[in-house]
């Protein structure tokens, strides 16, 4: 009997000197599993055969490169060197005779009476009309957001300028406001004498009302889908909470629209400076005082081959363009930097 006992004893402390074992070998299990977890997790790659990770890192490298190198090479070709090149002939007499003036070119464009009105102009109409088409769109989308009777007309309405041609819209607004055109004729009928609108100084009413009209309906598709992407969840807490529609907009949806609103600012700005399209054909080289563009000026420059003064013209356009657009990021970035990305 007491062999047999001790039998047990031994085939007993066998058996739990095994699951020991397991036991011990499942817990360096687990813990490699965490110290890799711990690894990927911290940012740390696991340990690789040095000379398969190089290899690999080396063929990333080349297929991404291969990628980029088309659209580098455009960027390069059509956008930098010509930019480049504007630099360099803002700085000469000439481009024949190639004599290095520095500044003097500059001097002379900021002294130049053409183009201290075409800045004035362009300052002016880009100073109404951008705004207006921000605050006008945004609440568009607002209104269309909600469901409101004819809402895919409306719409339909506010986007269908993006499918017209240019010619056909100046075509459109030459009819509109022509001396003898509908809305004298409907002025007329409340006692209002004819108003010449292109040779007077409500002609840049008129570009505003066209920039407008042209612009908004794409601005309000791009708030619309914003508005579309805010959390619902965080809503539904302000309403909760017994917010105000005011206070939930500008406390919650500002700061979610705040990317959206920077683009748009930026694609009208940038578009506002683009008028010159729609101004020429209404009113050729030469237009009333009001609407003398900043691209009226460059476009004369260029027909008279002036290329140095074009060019500084061109460099202080892009300087102003760069601190505007850097002044637009910075508010952003101030109004949106505690929002989740």
């Known amino acids: 009997m007491k062999s047999i006992t001790v039998g047990k004893r ?6 739990g000197l095994s699951e020991e074992k397991k036991t011990r070998k499942a817990a360096r299990a687990q813990k490699a599993l965490a110290a890799e977890d711990a690894q990927s997790a911290g940012g740390k790659p696991a340990r690789k055969k040095p000379g398969k990770t190089t290899r690999r890192m080396w063929k990333l490298k080349i297929s991404s490169g291969a990628f980029i190198a088309p659209s580098f090479i455009g960027v390069m070709v059509f956008f930098i060197l010509p930019f480049m090149v504007v630099i360099q002939y803002s700085m000469v007499d000439n481009p024949i005779s190639n004599n290095f003036v520095f500044l003097d070119n500059f001097k002379d464009i900021i002294g130049n009476s053409a183009f201290q009105k075409a800045v004035h102009n362009t300052l002016v109409f880009s100073a109404v009309a951008v705004p207006l088409a921000v605050v006008l769109s945004l609440l568009l989308a607002i ?11 409306f719409r339909t309405f506010f986007l269908s300028p993006m499918m017209v041609p240019v010619a056909s819209i100046v075509l459109i607004w030459q009819v509109l ?3 003898n055109g509908a809305v004298n004729d409907m002025l007329a009928v409340f006692g209002v004498s004819k108003i010449d609108w292109f040779k007077s100084e409500y002609s840049q009413i008129v570009i505003v009302i066209l920039f407008l009209w042209k612009n908004l309906g ?6 619309m889908a914003a508005l579309a992407s805010i959390p619902k969840d965080i809503l539904e807490v302000a309403r909760l909470e017994s917010a105000t529609p005011l206070q939930t907009f500008f406390y919650i949806k500002i700061r979610y629209l705040s990317s959206t609103i920077l683009f748009v600012t930026i694609m009208s700005l940038i578009n506002s400076f683009k008028v010159f399209r729609e101004v020429y054909l209404l009113t050729t080289d030469y237009p009333y005082d009001t609407i003398y563009m900043l691209q009226h000026f460059m476009n004369n420059k260029f027909k008279n081959l002036d290329y140095q003064t074009l060019s500084a013209a061109a460099v202080l356009m892009s300087l102003v363009m760069i601190v505007i657009i850097g002044t637009l990021f ?7 930097k505690d929002v989740e990305g």
């Open 218 to 223: 794409y601005n309000m598709i791009l708030f």
């Open 10 to 15: 031994k085939s007993g402390q066998a058996q």
């Open 177 to 179: 406001f022509h001396y």
């Open 143 to 153: 209104v269309l957001e909600a469901k409101l009777p004819f809402r895919t007309q």
């Open 330 to 336: 910075l508010v952003e970035n101030h109004f949106g």
